[in-house]
């Protein structure tokens, strides 16, 4: 079967960087997306990631190792609005869209 | 503001009544997207719609009926709902789904409670 392994919830501190995984066994790869929820909001698009290699997009930065089927995004200068679930989702060669459970994200000052 | 509306974003209702969501998407995409998200559970998707056509069903129990009048619009009609049906219930929106880097835009959800 497919599957998105991401931790559950995490815990930083304001100022500071954290590094959410994931890992994913899909049939086939398409990309990998990252999207942010806050409480009661709509997932918001962060970042794509097709080939190797890092992408950085001001405080953020997505990770991708194909051949170890693992991700990871990089929150740097961390800040209470950062609190929020993380969705890790994979695009397989169907282009179906696996998704990962979240990761939820405590900011504490 | 993403560009994808839902109403209602909160719903409370019985196991015999009848009820609709709305979703509308002012991003003139193409393909259109009913999800389930459950608390600690990956997203689930439901249905899928594609220039208008309904291109996926994942074993969605009939009582959920989707309608996809024109490429902005998309409903869900619900009746006879279980307990276990409560959730938050998003639409999303994309370009071209056959295309990898494709992105889903999300609306905010309708928090369904089924008493």
């Known amino acids: 079967g497919q599957n998105i392994d991401q931790p559950t919830e995490m815990t930083a501190t304001e100022g500071a960087i954290v590094q959410i995984n994931c890992t994913y066994q899909t049939s086939g790869f398409n990309g990998l997306f990252w999207y942010q929820q806050h409480a009661g909001e709509a997932p918001t698009f962060l970042s794509y990631n097709v080939l190797d290699g890092l992408e950085e997009k001001g405080r953020f930065s997505s990770f991708l190792s194909r051949s170890k089927g693992y991700s990871y995004l990089l929150l740097k200068e961390l800040q209470m609005k950062d609190s929020a679930s993380y969705l890790c989702?994979?695009?397989?060669?169907?282009?179906?869209?696996?998704w990962g459970a979240g990761t939820k994200l405590i900011i504490k000052p | 503001e993403t560009g994808v509306t839902q109403t209602p974003r909160h719903l409370v209702m019985g196991m015999t009544n009848k009820k609709s969501l709305k979703c509308e998407q002012h991003?003139?995409?193409?393909?259109m997207y009913w999800y389930k998200q459950s608390a600690k559970k990956p997203l689930e998707l439901m249905f899928v719609?594609?220039?208008?056509?309904?291109?996926e069903n994942n074993s969605v129990p009939s009582r959920f009926s989707p309608e996809c009048p024109n490429s902005s619009h998309l409903f869900l009609h619900l009746h006879t709902l279980q307990p276990e049906d409560s959730a938050l219930y998003l639409c999303?929106?994309?370009?071209?789904?056959?295309?990898?880097?494709?992105?889903?835009?999300f609306g905010p959800g309708t928090r369904l409670t089924v008493l």
């Open positions: 991003l003139g995409h193409n393909a």
């Open positions: 719609y594609s220039l208008e056509e309904r291109v």
């Open positions: 989702a994979v695009r397989d060669s169907n282009y179906q869209l696996i």
């Open positions: 999303a929106s994309s370009q071209d789904p056959s295309t990898g880097s494709d992105t889903q835009y």
